[in-house]
């Protein structure tokens, strides 16, 4: 079992900046990869950001250039550096570990709100 906590959401003003964590309770650099998803209001889950076990990195096009992810293996923790937020970014974001194929975790969300 995997846990993953996620932290540093919260309430941002358009054109901000916030940086997101996920922590997890296992050995991160075994993971085939991690990721970051958010979902808002009626709407369906996405990808924003992902980082594989080698370092390559894939975004979704509305953040790409905005957003930027990391992990530190050491830490077993992966982080999402946000910046000029928009308010259309206003979401609850999820941490995601696929360890293995068809094994995977989510955590349990973080709120980030970008006022206008």
């Known amino acids: 079992q995997v846990q993953l906590v996620e932290s540093g959401g919260g309430l941002v003003q358009a054109g901000g900046s916030l940086r997101l964590s996920c922590a997890a309770s296992g050995s991160i650099f075994r993971f085939n990869d991690m990721g970051w998803y958010r979902q808002a209001p009626g709407k369906q889950r996405e990808l924003v950001a992902a980082?594989?076990?080698?370092?390559?990195?894939n975004y979704a096009d509305s953040v790409k250039g905005r957003f930027t992810i990391s992990r530190d293996n050491a830490k077993d923790t992966v982080y999402l550096q946000m910046s000029s937020l928009k308010p259309e970014d206003t979401a609850v974001y999820y941490c995601?570990?696929?360890?293995?194929?068809?094994?995977?975790?989510w955590g349990q969300g973080t709120q980030v709100t970008v006022s206008s």
């Open positions: 995601h570990a696929n360890i293995v194929p068809g094994l995977h975790y």
């Open positions: 980082i594989s076990r080698g370092g390559s990195t």
